[in-house]
């Protein structure tokens, strides 16, 4: 009889345990699908990046792989084209976010749109010598591909970090997210 109280216990166990799986599951599928996206690029905004970024960091610090990350900036963009009309500008940045979204490698990379016309990526378990090849091969994909008007110039510059490199640098996630992107921003302006 003490039996089948056993099995009816382990049964109930297990059964608890799958509902926890399946809500766990669900709660991420619903996190997926409801992230919010930069309305003109599609990509998650600064926000939602930094969280993930925070994410990834923690993630390296546990299992020690690489992560790095890469910076895309339309150089001065705005500014130097300020006299052309929305739309035309618009289409730019879409077609600079489309460039790399083909690139980065679905369920793992992530990218997000930063600020007007910076955009960075996040790649998990990417060395930095495979992120400075995804970031040229972006920066001459975004250079022949996007379709300006004649008179308007587009200049891309690139900027990668490794999280690796720095793992024990500072104290916080906050301040060693601010220290990679600053990396990598600094990098982009060389």
Known sequence: MWYFTWILGLLLACSLGIINVLRLEAQETWDKEHIPLDPLTQLMTKDTMLGRLKEKIENSKRNGFPF????????????????????????????AADCFKQDIRAGVDIAARIDEQDFLIAMPGSSLKKAEEIATQI??????????????????????????????KFSTTANEVDELIRIATAKSRL
């Open 68 to 95: 790095s990350i890469i910076f895309i900036s339309l150089k001065d963009f705005k500014t130097k084209h300020n006299n052309f009309p929305d739309y035309e500008m618009d289409a730019i940045l879409r077609g």
């Open 139 to 168: 920066k001459n994909q975004i250079l022949e591909q996007v379709k300006a008007p004649s008179a308007l110039v587009i200049e891309v510059a690139t900027g990668v970090a490794e999280y690796a490199n720095y793992p024990k």
